[in-house]
């Protein structure tokens, strides 16, 4: 430490690395607080783009006649219109949401990265930006999901920690994209142990001496709370502290209500295990079975996370977090009575058809993280040969297979 250094002089500049129905969603919230947090935040949030072509309707609001049906660049229309009429459309956006379709360009110099897309993609991400971030970024997964690899999971969490050499939380809850981009009262909780090296008392007037990345390399607790075999690059001592208090200031609103927390482990596996029990609940519900059969599928369907966190993360699953957080029953609840895994799984049963189909049909480019969820931690517990203790968990792939229909769920879990 060094008794030199003033008040910050920098900001956090952060970045949403996703544009979908939560990834903008989360942009609008997060680029309302850095407006309100000029001290600890710069204003402008950019928001990485997949690109793609859209052609407005004749009745859009922002439909330009001179232009007429020739598709446009969806990141030309989020700027100059405000809005994401693909992914939430009738949602205005605040003008310092600044959408961008090059990955290298978003990530350059920003401080705080926030990821927020789909699972599966986040791979062909991290590899395209571990050379052009800052050493001493760190990251927020917004993301539901696991990463598999033959016998091997991995939180999205750690995934990007360790492929990017940088530390990263965790936020999930109860979470419905659209209400909240509504300002519908909501909670939600984010997970995140700071690195000890991030915190300084420049806000005392002392900094520490991390300028520009430049000081000694610091060890952090991971995902599981285990000391790291890598080290961190502090965040410079000129930036505020990147705590639980600035994280707070960036993420909560007066309808997004935010608890912090360090079970990164918990509230990960809670957000992606509870697509697998939507499904359930979906599958049943189309069936024509009612809440007290998809009572009994949220209840088996919390045991068996709770058993996979004990078998697959025994450091430091911290059950408590299922009962007190919204990360926990709240999201439960919510996937299985009106998320989008729950109520397209039940429209694939009464249409007869498969998800994925109806996926393609119906979602207009959103994701089912259920249905990858599903399969790769199946697959993992095959694997692992334990698939007799996740029975709810096995049917659900079955299901989606076709190998196994609906009115046999009570006699499989009975077996
Ligand atoms: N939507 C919700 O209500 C909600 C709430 C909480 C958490 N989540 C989680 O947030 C995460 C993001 O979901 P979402 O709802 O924002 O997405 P979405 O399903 O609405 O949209 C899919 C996104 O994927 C993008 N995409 C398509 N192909 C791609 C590619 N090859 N590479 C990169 N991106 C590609 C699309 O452009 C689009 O932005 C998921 O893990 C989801 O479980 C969603
Ligand atoms: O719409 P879903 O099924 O992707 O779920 C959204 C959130 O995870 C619910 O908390």
């Not at 059950?319 to 029953?329: H, I, L, N, P, R």
């Not at 919510?334 to 979602?363: D, Q």
């Amino acid at each position: 430490m060094t008794a030199s250094s003033v008040l910050p002089s920098r900001k956090h500049k952060v970045v949403v690395i996703g544009s979908g129905n939560w990834g903008t969603t989360v942009a609008k919230l997060v680029a309302e607080n850095t407006r309100g947090h000029p001290d600890l935040f710069e204003e402008n949030v950019q928001m990485w783009v997949y690109e793609e072509k859209v052609t407005l309707p004749k009745d859009s609001p922002h439909y330009d006649a001179s232009v007429g049906d020739e598709p446009q660049k969806l990141t030309a229309i989020i700027n100059k219109c405000h809005e994401n009429v693909k992914y939430l459309p009738k949602i205005a956006l605040p003008s310092n949401i600044v959408a961008n379709p090059s990955l290298q360009d978003t990530v350059k110099d920003a401080s705080i990265l926030i990821f927020n897309l789909p699972h599966e993609f986040i791979g062909n991400i991290c590899r395209q930006i571990k050379d052009h971030i800052l050493p001493y970024a760190r990251g927020i997964s917004c993301i539901k999901g696991v990463t598999v690899t033959d016998d091997n999971i991995e939180l999205i969490c750690e995934y990007i920690s360790e492929s990017l050499g940088i530390y990263c939380g965790a936020l999930s809850g109860a979470n419905i994209a659209t209400e909240i981009a509504n300002e519908e009262w909501c909670e939600t909780t984010i997970a995140y142990n700071t690195p000890a090296g991030d915190v300084h008392h420049a806000a005392n007037g002392v900094a520490n001496d991390s300028d520009n990345g430049a000081a000694a390399l610091t060890e952090y607790k991971d995902a599981r709370g285990r000391t790291s075999k890598n080290k961190l690059t502090p965040v410079p001592g000129d930036y505020p502290s990147l705590d639980h208090h600035v994280l707070q200031s960036l993420f909560h609103r007066p309808y997004f209500t935010v608890s912090m927390v360090s079970d990164v482990v918990g509230v990960s596996l809670g957000g992606a295990l509870k697509n697998i029990v939507a499904l359930a609940c979906g599958f049943v519900e189309g069936h024509g079975w009612n809440m007290t059969a998809k009572t009994a599928v949220m209840r088996r369907g919390m045991l068996e996370i709770i058993t996979f966190g004990r078998e697959f993360f025994p450091e430091t699953i911290e059950e408590k977090t299922f009962w007190e957080e919204s990360a926990g029953w709240g999201d439960m609840i919510v996937s299985c009575t009106s998320a989008r895994n729950w109520r397209y799984s039940k429209m694939a049963v009464e249409r007869g058809v498969s998800l994925e189909e109806i996926e393609k049909t119906e979602l207009n480019g959103q994701k089912l993280q259920g249905i990858s969820t599903t399969r790769e931690v199946c697959g993992f517990l095959r694997a692992k040969g334990v698939e007799s203790k996740y029975p709810l968990f096995m049917i659900v792939d079955r299901i989606l297979d076709g190998t196994v229909n609906v009115e046999d769920i009570p006699e499989l879990l009975r077996k």
